[in-house]
């Protein structure tokens, strides 16, 4: 059986996950967007930037949050002049983490999605006298379906195992900051091995059963041209 602790970690964890999966949906289809059409020099540039996360060891990302979202960095001192205070070791500091860090997930998915479209319903749109906003939420929205399935649930289970960055960020206050991953680790620190074992197992299940879901269910991506 799970502990009290174990649940209340697994609801903080997908509480974490949902909402950086809505505010990514949010931010990263402009961005993917922005990728996908532009030709510009700057993609390149902006392109790493998102995938950056990738390729960075969590800790290094969480460090700089960290500085950043401190008493004494830019993100810090605007969230304290706003009346927020300071972002770390709370639950909205590790939601801004996490969407640093998962941001990728969403963005390249989309990415693709957007590139596979190709030009030509764009066109047909256009000539049908549809503005660009009609076209993106009639046209594009509908033939980038699977990207955005895609994008989700790889953002959300991505959030769900989390470690460096929210402990470095968020640390390990019960109830506010202790996600899952940190739990298990609490677990194993405190040597209950079988209350560990419990709890990963509850969390490897359950990223199976999603992304099991995806692949079975997720519909064949559909092209323009």
């Given amino acids: 059986m799970l502990t009290d602790s174990d649940l209340q970690a697994i609801w ?13 949906l949010l931010v990263g289809t402009p961005i993917a967007w922005l990728l996908a059409r532009s ?25 700089y949050l960290l500085l950043a979202m401190g008493p004494h960095g830019p993100v810090g001192q605007l969230t304290a002049s706003l009346g927020l205070g300071v972002l770390p070791f709370t639950f909205w500091g590790l939601v801004v ?36 906003v009609d076209t993106f ?19 959300f289970a991505h959030t769900v195992g989390e470690f460096g960055v929210v402990l470095m960020i968020g640390g390990n206050i019960p109830g506010v900051t202790r996600v899952a991953s940190v739990q298990i680790y609490d ?9 560990a074992h419990r709890l990963a197992a509850v969390m490897l299940i359950f990223s199976f059963t999603v992304l099991l879901a995806m692949y079975v269910r997720r519909p064949k991506p559909a092209k323009g041209d």
């Fill in 97 to 132: 983490a996490s969407s640093f860090y998962s941001l990728p997930f969403m963005v390249q998915p989309l990415q693709n999605a957007f590139e596979s479209i190709g030009e030509r319903p764009l066109e047909v749109a256009a000539t049908l006298r549809a503005s660009p």
């Fill in 39 to 63: 030709r510009s020099w700057w993609k390149g540039p902006l392109g790493a930037v998102v995938a950056l996360p990738l390729v960075l060891p969590p800790s290094v990302l969480g460090f």
């Fill in 137 to 155: 939420f009639s046209v594009v929205l509908p033939l980038a379906k699977p990207g955005f399935i895609t994008a989700g649930v790889l953002t």
């Fill in 12 to 24: 903080l964890t997908t509480r974490l996950a949902g909402i950086t999966t809505l505010i990514l």
């Fill in 187 to 195: 677990h194993v620190e405190a040597m209950e091995y079988a209350d």
